[in-house]
């Protein structure tokens, strides 16, 4: 919620350090950053303040479930070693920030972040698929192509391996610049409130992320 005018507002963390702590949270599902700059008690004191649905929140979790959706049998094992290695994806992500307004009551931070493009997503994929079945025998094309459901979950569980794997050698090639307007919000860990420069929409600005993190959505 909005904070009523403050003349010392100055000696409060400076909104591009809690916009990039922000990224943090967001883009690495990493809170110590937010948990420093802002004071909290805990790690999950920032979960619990930034965060709608912390058990749905996990990049990994929501991985593994998309994994096990895809009607393909993984091991849990196997589940955990996928989705790090696309969660190694997100260590490649970073951005810079830098306060250009200041206002009484608003602060505009300029966030640049680089990002994967989806085109190269999708040739990676094609490329997986193109060359698995180069290499398949035409018993085993055959056995697909009528439906046999070992082979084409077979087929599946190469094709999903082949296709991460070249993932996690993709580089963010793009670059994105997002205007973030912070505003004096509260947001509470436990009793305490917390006073500090946010996004006036953090809504907006998370699918902002999202969408600057993977360009061409």
Do not use: H
């Amino acid at each position: 919620m909005p904070v009523a005018d403050a003349g010392w507002w100055r000696a409060w963390t400076p909104a591009d350090e809690t916009v990039s702590a922000l990224y943090d949270l967001a883009v690495k599902e990493d809170p110590s950053a937010l948990q420093e700059v802002l004071g909290f008690s805990s790690e999950e004191a920032v979960q619990e303040a930034f965060i709608e649905d912390v058990e749905s929140y996990s990049f990994t979790k929501s991985i593994e479930e998309e994994l096990i959706g895809s009607g393909v049998e993984f091991t849990e094992e196997e589940l955990g070693e996928l989705s790090g290695q696309l969660v190694s994806m997100l260590d490649k992500l970073s951005c810079t920030v830098e306060i250009v307004d200041e206002g009484d009551d608003t602060v505009t931070v300029s966030l640049t972040t680089n990002g994967y493009s989806l085109s190269d997503i999708e040739g990676v994929a094609m490329t997986a698929q193109e060359e698995l079945f180069a290499a398949m025998d035409e018993d085993t094309q055959m056995a697909i192509a009528l439906g046999d459901e070992e082979a084409m979950m077979n087929f599946m569980r190469e094709f999903v391996a082949s296709y991460v794997e070249a993932l996690t050698q993709l580089e963010p090639t793009q670059e994105t610049e997002l205007e973030v307007v912070c505003e004096r919000l509260i947001v509470e860990d436990g009793d305490k409130e917390i006073i500090a420069w946010l996004p006036s929409d953090l809504t907006q600005f998370e699918a902002e992320l999202s969408s600057a993190i993977m360009t061409g959505m």
